[in-house]
């Protein structure tokens, strides 16, 4: 099975573009390692607001908005752009944001 193609990029390097509409891409500088971890939260944090929506739960929906939130702004997607930031400042909003989802990671059951 191929794997899909990366999504096209603007000549910067700063957004993809899907369906015509530009998003701020990933911070380049991120360890690909860091990178999968964060995707990870995001991917569950995305997975949680589903099923507090469909639980009709505003409590657990606003905790997984945050989650949501605090891993796209890890990845540089949100807050300050990426290319403002300087080397220091983009590793320590990556650590952080990890850290940070690590311990907020509901428990399995």
């Known amino acids: 099975m191929d794997s899909p193609a990366p999504p096209e990029r ?4 700063r957004y993809i573009v899907v369906n015509g509409r530009r998003w701020r891409a ?8 860091v990178a999968a971890v ?3 939260h995001l991917m569950a944090a995305r997975r949680a607001v589903a099923a507090a929506r469909r639980n009709e739960d505003k409590a ?4 997984a908005r945050s989650r949501v939130h605090t891993a796209k702004v890890a990845l540089g997607e949100r807050g300050t752009p990426w290319w403002e930031q ?3 400042e983009r ?3 990556w650590e952080n944001g990890a850290s940070e989802l690590d ?4 428990e399995a059951d």
């Open 10 to 13: 603007t000549p910067d390097g």
């Open 26 to 33: 990933t911070d380049p500088r991120i360890p690909e390692d």
């Open 38 to 40: 964060l995707r990870r």
């Open 60 to 63: 657990a929906e606003g905790l």
């Open 86 to 88: 300087s080397d220091a």
């Open 91 to 93: 590793r320590e909003r």
């Open 103 to 106: 311990a907020a990671e509901p």
